[in-house]
């Protein structure tokens, strides 16, 4: 928002309200009426906050189909000591910064690339963008096929260079970061738009100007384009990493959560718990990643926000 | 200048093979898939079938299991449009009043915008929220639901645009008579089109992907939603890997249209500075 | 504007595609008339169960033409048991569905979620213990689906003839044959953790053993006061981990699905699986000249005699949820499976026996596969005992996903045993039992 345009609008409204008599200021207060507000707020109260707080409440009894018993904090004392949930909790700290720190990264310098002068840019950006369009679940069937030990293709090539074949999904230790190597292929496009988007926003004019001083590709790139993309850059780094923390649905179709615990995430801990009828220790795992959200998302977000600069 | 043009036909041409090979071999293998034989299929290898089957397999997917498939497409494409609609029209007038209108609530209500993207949502009381409005199960309460998820985003994007319109527009109107729903309609909106396309096609491709919300919410054969059907069929063709990929192929094609529809949207609104970040 | 004639155009087009989707779909779920439609659920998603389903509901059409039946798939395994368990709660459950007996049975807490059945005619027929294992105090909820069948080790015969081999009837003798099969090049041991349930054989198969050993371990364990890490019951979680230490198993063992693994049993690439015997039907499909080929031999304890642990037959239910109409024609879909048409589609269309059947309505073909014999055998020495869950009603939700730690060397057999007992303990306390 612009300053000066505001400021320009505030004197125009005091000279409009000056001019007219009270009624027609009250009537240009109304303007932006509070009931435009209502239709949103209902349903964000019924669907959403409603649940979130009752859920408080639930995370502390025991549950089943018919009553719950109060039990005070034992639901989150069983998360805590129990060794598979607990490394459940590491798993998703470890996905969410992997698939977020590529994205960005990846999605950076793809940005650059697809903003620069290079042959076949527009069949570039779409091809880039189309894994995003295809279900989840289609991805993860495709690529448990392709990285299939013996029979997939992938292994197929490797074996083929005398590479090592390893158990892509089937491997204990290579399991989740397959499954991030997956998200990763495909999420970077909506990285790389956002991306594309802050690169393009800012004015020629900037690196006009740096290349008459003589300054090379990295000075370019360290001193403008990395400093004038910190919106779009905070924007991708919020987005994925709620996206990483809370993912679900990639892990579930690979290898949900196996082989064994090796993949599970809090997102997959709670579904199994749902799932077999513990909803209070289900409710409580809930409780616990919108905990584990909220405490590395709310200071991230303002430390990024606060080093934005204006253009 | 040629030595430039020489770069850029040259990382051009290796961005264009890379590219092919990370993102379009993956789904050159789901065409081929389709149009095998089981049992050639289950191999799993990247070969050109030696009977080619497609529309044999194309007819097989889309009959089998009753339709299932052919169901889940139909109730995905109700469930997204209907969802993106709502959350669209209601995080828009959401968003234009919360720029516009100053309030001693707007911290509260940023707030609570917030805590909505950030914050996961609590399944089992929700469940119980929809048993309790008898809309548990039915396609209309996960409207509701996916829509509600979705405002978040949407009331933030629409904040953020609403700020670029001057408020001098506003003025303007109002001295040709306007009242504020008209304003809204007729000169605000159409300066956020954009914004609205962008909206749109997120939410709409995230929407139409929804396995979880589905999962959860909207269980029963007949409701079936896209990736579910998808993820049941895979359970079930154990042998028949050639309709799975079928499958694959045919839930990518509603937003493979929607996205060579709205590709140039996109793009031009993305890139021409609207975003600021 | 642009945007909205594209909008038009679209929502057109989306319309037509409707309408003649519609149309191709077909009249499926639409009962015309006077007739009755109910959905039956089947026992799993493999081959058999899905062939024995469809099977079933065609030919009770036929015996009922205004009746039809729509049949559903579920996933095997744990994954199946909770789709069951929230379907009934979330009055989602179609009108029948297969499912197991014991205590997976009474975890569907069948007084509040169940229809009872105590009132139906083939109630009398059916065995005393088969009753026990779909029945609570109240009423008796389940007719027989299937036969008993046992658990143990599926092993093919012609491999073991070729090598000159014996039934082997203690562990180590076990493990001797084992080296001998991998040293002449055939995989010893199969292990199938593509279909994660496969992976609880050495545990679940052993039960008879431990209850040789110590009769009232059941009974203790229901109490809280018997535990996994602690021998007899450590055996199998040992027994797991100690065939991937030798490098037993078959190479592809994480990947490998329970329907392959059948073939490469059956056709002699794979000599031994621990498994349950029901899978013959199965092989049936797959491989129907070797069914015969494929023996079974009761898990081989560490010490002591071997006994074969005996599964009881599956149930078939009703829901609370189903009523009226639905509720006459579901009854009557439950009691033709153990009529006389009924019985002979368990013993042919994807049902081949695999074992005694648990109802006097029906009696056991005279081309039943070979390794029915084998069990047979077992209970004429009176040497079986039942799987621990028809005689306890606990079962932890993770036992699958724990042994495929141990089987991959992940976890070791006593860390995984406490898992298991920590695992129990909230399925335990979940069901309100004492003690826990």
Redesign the interface.
């Known amino acids: ?1 612009s300053t000066a ?2 400021t ?2 505030i004197q ?2 005091d000279i ?1 309200t000056e001019a007219h008599p009270p009624t027609k200021r009250r009537f ?1 207060k ?5 009931w ?2 209502i ?3 209902a ?2 109260v ?7 707080f ?2 408080f409440y ?1 995370s502390l009894t ?5 009553d719950s018993t109060f039990i005070g904090f034992e639901n989150y004392a ?1 998360f805590f000591s ?3 949930l607990y490394t459940s909790f590491i798993h998703t700290l470890i996905y969410a910064v992997i698939t977020s720190g590529a994205k960005v990264i990846i999605g950076f310098f793809l940005a650059l ?1 697809l903003t ?6 527009g ?16 991805v993860g ?3 448990k ?2 990285l ?6 992938v292994n ?1 090539v490797l074996g083929f260079f005398g590479l090592p074949q390893p ?1 892509w ?4 230790n290579l399991a989740l970061y397959s499954i991030a190597g997956v998200d990763i ?1 495909k999420g970077v496009g ?1 990285a790389t ?2 991306f ?3 690169i ?2 800012i004015p020629a004019e900037y690196f006009e100007a740096a290349r008459i001083d003589g300054a090379g590709g990295w000075k370019i790139l360290r001193q403008i384009t990395v400093p004038l ?4 850059t ?2 991708v780094i919020i987005l994925s990493l ?1 996206g990483g923390l ?1 993912s ?2 990639i892990i ?2 690979t290898t ?7 993949s599970d995430v809090l ?1 997959s801990v ?3 718990q ?6 209070g ?3 409580a795992g ?2 616990v ?2 905990l584990l ?2 405490v590395i ?2 200071p991230l ?1 303002a430390f990024l926000n606060r080093k ?1 600069v204006e ?1 | 200048m040629s030595r430039q043009r020489t770069r850029a036909w040259i990382v051009g041409i290796i961005a264009i093979i890379v590219s092919a090979v990370v993102f379009l071999v993956p789904f050159a293998f789901v065409l081929l898939q389709a149009a095998k034989t089981p049992a050639e299929a289950s191999n799993l290898a990247f070969s050109w079938p030696t009977h080619w089957q497609f529309l044999q397999n194309f007819w097989d997917t889309l009959t089998s299991n009753d339709g299932v498939i052919w169901r889940a497409i139909i109730n995905s494409a109700v469930l997204t449009i209907t969802s993106v609609t709502l959350m669209v029209i209601l995080s828009a007038m959401a968003g234009y009043v919360l720029s516009r209108k100053r309030s001693k609530w707007n911290p509260v209500v940023n707030f609570f915008v917030l805590a909505g993207l950030i914050v996961p949502p609590a399944v089992v009381p929700t469940i119980w929220v929809l048993q309790d409005l008898q809309l548990f199960g039915t396609l209309p309460g996960m409207i509701l639901v996916e829509a509600t998820f979705g405002l978040s985003f949407c009331i933030l994007l629409f904040r953020a645009f609403v700020g670029n319109i001057p408020r001098e527009l506003d003025e303007a109107a109002v001295l040709d008579g306007a009242g504020p729903v008209r304003l809204f309609l007729q000169v605000v909106l159409p300066l956020l089109r954009p914004v609205i396309v962008t909206v749109i096609v997120v939410q709409a491709v995230f929407v139409f992907n929804d396995f979880a919300g589905p999962l959860y919410f909207l269980p029963g054969d007949q409701n079936v939603t896209v990736q579910l059907a998808l993820y049941t069929f895979s359970g079930q063709n154990l042998s028949f890997y050639n309709l799975l990929f079928m499958a694959i192929f045919l839930i990518t094609i509603p937003p493979l249209i929607a996205y060579i529809f709205f590709n140039r949207q996109i793009v031009a609104g993305i890139t021409s500075g609207a975003v600021k970040g | 504007m642009f945007s909205r004639r594209t909008a038009a155009r679209v929502a057109a087009m989306l319309g037509g595609a409707a309408l003649l989707g519609a149309s191709l779909v077909g009249c499926s779920a639409g009962s015309g008339g006077s007739g009755v439609t109910i959905s039956l659920m089947a026992g799993g998603n493999d081959p058999a169960a899905t062939k024995f389903a469809n099977t079933l509901a065609t030919a009770f059409h036929k015996a009922n033409p205004t009746i039809k039946v729509k049949v559903d798939t579920r996933p095997g395994g744990t994954d199946g048991d909770n789709l069951v368990k929230t379907r009934l709660s979330t009055k989602t459950m179609d009108d029948v569905f297969l499912y197991n007996s014991g205590s997976l049975f009474q975890a569907l807490h069948p007084d509040s979620q169940l229809q009872p059945l105590t009132d139906q005619p083939w109630v009398k027929h059916i065995t005393e213990d088969f009753k026990k294992t779909v029945s609570t105090s109240k009423a008796v909820y389940g007719a027989p689906n299937g036969t008993t069948f046992d658990g143990g080790i599926m092993y093919n015969k012609k491999v073991y003839a070729k090598l000159g081999l014996s039934i082997p009837t203690t562990w180590s003798q076990f493990i001797s044959n084992s080296e001998k099969i991998k040293a002449a090049g055939i995989i010893p041991i199969l292990q199938s953790y593509g279909d994660t349930w496969t992976s609880q054989l050495f545990v679940l198969a052993d039960f008879a053993n431990v209850s040789a050993q110590d009769p009232s371990w059941a009974q203790k364990y229901t109490d809280n006061q018997a535990k996994y890490v602690n021998p007899p019951a450590l055996a199998g979680f040992t027994h797991t981990q100690e065939i991937f230490d030798k490098g037993l198993m078959n190479k592809d063992y994480a990947s490998l699905t329970n329907v392959n693994a059948l073939k490469e049993l059956a056709t002699g690439q794979a000599a031994q699986y621990p498994m349950i015997t029901v899978v013959i039907s199965n092989v049936a499909q797959s491989n129907p000249s070797q069914v015969n080929d494929i023996g079974y031999f009761a898990m081989p304890p560490d010490s002591g005699e071997a006994h074969a642990t005996v599964w009881e037959a599956g149930g078939a239910y009703i829901p609370k949820s189903t009523t009226g109409d639905k509720l006459a024609a579901a009854k009557k879909l439950v009691a033709f499976l153990n009529s006389p048409k009924g019985c002979e589609i368990q013993n042919s269309a994807g049902g081949i026996p695999a074992g005694p059947f648990a109802i006097s309505s029906c009696t056991l073909p005279s081309n039943a596969p070979a390794l029915v014999a084998d069990e047979l055998k077992y209970q004429q020495e009176k040497k079986t005992g039942l799987a621990l869950e028809f005689l306890s009603p606990i079962k932890g939700p993770n036992l699958e996903k724990i042994l495929i730690q141990v089987g991959s060397g992940i976890t070791k057999a006593r860390a995984g045993a406490a898992l298991y007992d920590n695992d129990v303990k909230a399925q335990a306390q979940q069901l309100g039992l004492k003690g826990w």
């Open positions: 928002m345009g505001t320009a609008a125009a409204a409009i240009i109304s303007f932006y009426p509070t435009f507000f239709p949103a707020v349903l964000y019924v669907f959403f906050a409603l649940p979130t009752s859920s639930f025991r549950w089943s189909l018919f069983q129990d060794p598979q690339l620069s002068p290079i042959v076949g840019r069949y570039l950006r779409a091809v880039i963008f189309f894994p995003v369009l295809i279900s989840t679940i289609g069937i495709m690529f096929s392709l299939d030990p013996f029979h997939g293709m197929a158990g999904f089937t491997d204990p292929w909506i738009l956002i594309m988007a802050g393009v926003a993309t910190r919106g779009a905070a924007t709620i809370r679900f649905d579930w179709v949900g959560g196996g082989p064994g615990f090796t997102a709670i579904y199994k749902y799932q077999a009828g513990f909803f220790l289900s409710t809930n409780v990643l919108f959200v909220t998302m709310v977000s934005q253009l």
